[in-house]
């Protein structure tokens, strides 16, 4: 059977399997990453077509990979679930992963797990190096930009060009102005245009007018422009999420930091921080999230016993369960499974080991959703609003009443 994905990364799907085949050596998985840009558009041709995949990724809300738009795609998996889990599965299983992956009633995918953003992650050697803390203001950013920068090294890197991640940075700037406003206005429960979304967009272009964001950062993409500049320690600092957790391990660094394509890069401490407090109101730096991705099986798929063995496995067991904790790229979707944090190595265990622990507790009281209200026509209008406000092209004021506009009704 084949399975298609925008994620996981190689080496994680190839320990899937691996596993997976301990106790199915009957059923071969082949699996094929696709570039989260190109996947949706390699992924609409094949599901119509018999020679598509037998299972592949879907997410929730309206952007890449979007349930919403491959559900129909797929075939309902909640006998499956109940024939793994019994009766009460969902009293099992994490509630970010249901609902946002239902379609018409039916559960069309089964989480994996949860992803959480609204962190930093840093280079904790150039900090010691530079002899720099964590900013936890704005100033502070500055400042520390400044000083990474008179020393001839990278500060922050996002790739505004690709911005399904400029939302990210936008909810935490607008959490930090006002906390729930992002959502509120996500729901239709406050405007776009409300004054702490607009100071949330006056902030996002100070970050371009102050240098924290690096220079033609909106001609970068977060994948793999951004993503390799940090991992191949270019820049100090990335906005990425929980997912990027699984870098901090020693076999996923060394793999990150040897595809990162800089000459002589090496692994390096890489913990998580808080967003800074850009708008200084005093505001605890918040985190959001739903299920990162689904499996779904597909309906043309001649092999959807096998398919659908394989994703029930992955998303219900204990076993594949623990594996995905393990791993450190999505919080599992089955309750109680925590990190064997002695079976994890780790780059600097004894630095990191203690962060991300701390990182994966914040996550437990998370009530801000992350793309799950997110629909095609919302992320679009995002972008607009990010890139224009970006380029000098609309003043925050302006594009937040295009977005109210555009969103408003």
Do not use: H
């Amino acid at each position: 059977m084949n399975w298609w994905g925008f994620t996981p990364q190689p080496i994680a799907a190839e320990q899937y399997i691996a596993a997976f085949n301990e106790e199915y050596p009957d059923i071969e998985v082949t699996f094929r990453q696709l570039p989260i840009d190109g996947y949706d558009a390699a992924l609409r041709p094949a599901l119509s077509s018999n020679a598509g995949p037998d299972v592949f990724a879907v997410a929730p809300g309206g952007g890449i990979a979007s349930v919403a738009l491959y559900g129909n795609n797929a075939i309902d998996l909640t006998d499956a679930i109940t024939e793994s889990l019994g009766d009460d599965w969902e009293s099992q299983v994490s509630a970010t992963g249901v609902e946002p992956l239902t379609v018409d009633g039916e559960l069309r995918a089964l989480s994996i797990g949860s992803t959480f953003a609204g962190n930093l992650w840093i280079n904790q050697d150039l900090f010691d190096e530079f002899d720099l803390e964590v900013p936890t203001t704005l100033d502070e950013w500055k400042d520390a930009c400044d000083t990474f920068r008179a020393g001839g090294q990278g500060c922050f890197i996002q790739g505004a060009g690709q911005v399904a991640f400029n939302q990210d940075t936008l909810q935490s700037i607008a959490d930090s102005v006002k906390p729930g406003v992002w959502t509120a206005a996500s729901r239709g429960e406050a405007s776009w245009d409300d004054p702490a979304i607009v100071e949330a967009l006056t902030i996002w272009k100070d970050l371009f007018d102050s240098g924290i964001m690096a220079d033609g950062a909106l001609g970068l993409q977060q994948y793999p422009d951004a993503s390799n500049a940090f991992l191949g320690g270019q820049y100090a600092m990335v906005q990425m999420g929980t997912w990027y957790m699984q870098y901090a391990t020693a076999a996923g660094a060394a793999e990150a930091v040897g595809a990162s394509g800089v000459t002589g890069a090496e692994p390096f401490t890489m913990l998580a921080a808080p967003f800074p407090d850009v708008a200084g109101n005093g505001n605890p730096a918040q985190m959001f999230g739903d299920s990162d991705w689904g499996l779904a099986v597909s309906s043309r798929s001649r092999n959807q016993a096998a398919a659908t063995t394989f994703a029930t496995w992955l998303t219900t067991s204990v076993a594949g369960q623990q594996l995905v904790a393990n791993i450190l790229n999505d919080i599992p979707a089955l309750g109680g499974i925590q990190p064997q944090w002695d079976e994890i190595e780790l780059v600097n265990p004894d630095v990191q080991s203690a962060n991300l622990q701390e990182l994966i507790e914040r996550t437990t009281t998370v009530s801000e959703p992350r793309l799950s209200l997110v629909s095609s026509e919302l992320q679009e209008a995002i972008g607009v609003a990010s890139t224009t406000v970006a380029s000098g092209d609309a003043t925050p004021e302006e594009a937040a009443a295009t977005l109210q506009a555009t969103m408003g009704g």
